[in-house]
């Protein structure tokens, strides 16, 4: 064979094999399977609850339930239990049509028709009202809807509340009509 022909064989060689490990490199990674897709976990009838740190915070009976696929969120219809804890006692019971919660902050949104009664205490009190939010941290709650308190014998309609269960500190908006003993 001659001497140019055994160049032109190992250089189609070389060419070759770098092809080769070229396409390899290419196509490295087509054959491992997409992650699989991460819905949403759906629960029906149950008990959800949050924990902060050591404390339980609030714990809540459900119709149904709807987590984020890393249970972050919670969307929960159907709140005929539902127990907010203070000091790891019961505190508040709510009953809500709907509640956006985030399970880490342990805070939510209760909309529909809500019911928030007070377990603790001299006087019993009682909200009423279509929108709240619940802010664990500084275990504040907020009424930001017209709403109807109840406390003893008497009855307040209120625009807007705000009450901070671990100050006892209490915003009243604009009050509508008379408070009725």
């Not at 003893?152 to 209120?158: A, I, P």
């Amino acid at each position: 064979m001659p001497r140019t022909s055994w160049r032109t064989f190992i250089w189609v060689c070389g060419v070759a094999i770098v092809a080769i490990l070229a396409e390899g490199l290419l196509l490295s990674g087509r054959d491992i399977p997409p992650p699989p897709a991460t819905a949403p976990a759906i629960l029906a009838g149950g008990q959800i609850s949050a924990h902060r740190w050591k404390t339980r915070s609030w714990s809540l009976e459900y119709d149904k339930a709807q987590l984020s696929p890393d249970g972050s969120f919670a969307d929960v219809d159907g709140i005929h239990n539902g127990v907010l804890y203070r000091d790891e006692k019961p505190y508040l019971s709510l009953s809500a049509q709907h509640v956006s919660a985030n399970t880490v902050s342990d805070d939510f949104t209760a909309t529909g028709r809500v019911h928030i009664a007070q377990l603790n205490g001299s006087e019993m009190r009682t909200f009423d009202t279509d929108l709240i939010t619940w802010t664990n941290i500084t275990k504040t709650l907020t009424l930001a809807h017209p709403s109807i308190i109840k406390t003893g014998k008497g009855t307040l309609t209120v625009d807007s509340a705000t009450i901070n269960f671990s100050t006892g500190a209490v915003h009243l908006g604009r009050i509508r009509g008379a408070f009725s003993p």
